[in-house]
């Protein structure tokens, strides 16, 4: 079992940056796929980004690639969302959520097959 600590949302200016962070507890955190995903208000909650096991896969929505990048620190059980160029329909609760996966490689696309997840944290930025 693990669980997830979002932290560094807050309000930005559009055109600024934040860089998201989720703790991850437990000696197990390299056999969990990680993802990043956002729910702003009326609105399903969608995929923004996910990194494979081994951090060398991973995949963003198209309305962030260019902008979001994630990573993850396994010596620090961490998974990072860098978020750059914010716009004002980047505005959500932003959770983390991990998927324990058999390959390294692949990253995980499908919010049902995530097994653990944060609390979220909010981003909000203004125009």
């Known amino acids: 079992q693990v669980q997830l600590v979002e932290s560094g949302g807050g309000l930005v200016q559009a055109g600024g940056s934040l860089r998201l962070s989720c703790a991850a507890s437990?000696?197990?955190?390299?056999?969990?796929?990680m993802g990043w995903f956002r729910q702003a208000p009326g609105k399903e909650r969608e995929l923004v980004a996910a990194?494979?096991?081994?951090?060398?896969?991973?995949h963003y929505a198209d309305s962030v690639r260019g902008r979001f990048t994630i990573s993850r620190d396994s010596a620090k059980n961490t998974v990072n969302l860098q978020m750059n160029n914010l716009r004002p329909e980047d505005t959500a609760v932003y959770y983390c959520?991990?998927?324990?996966?058999?390959?390294?490689?692949?990253?995980?696309?499908?919010?049902?097959?995530?097994?653990?997840w944060g609390q979220g944290t909010q981003v909000t930025v203004s125009s």
């Open positions: 959520a991990a998927d324990l996966k058999y390959t390294v490689w692949g990253t995980t696309l499908v919010e049902n097959e995530y097994d653990y």
């Open positions: 437990g000696r197990t955190f390299s056999s969990y796929a």
């Open positions: 990194i494979s096991r081994n951090g060398r896969s991973t």
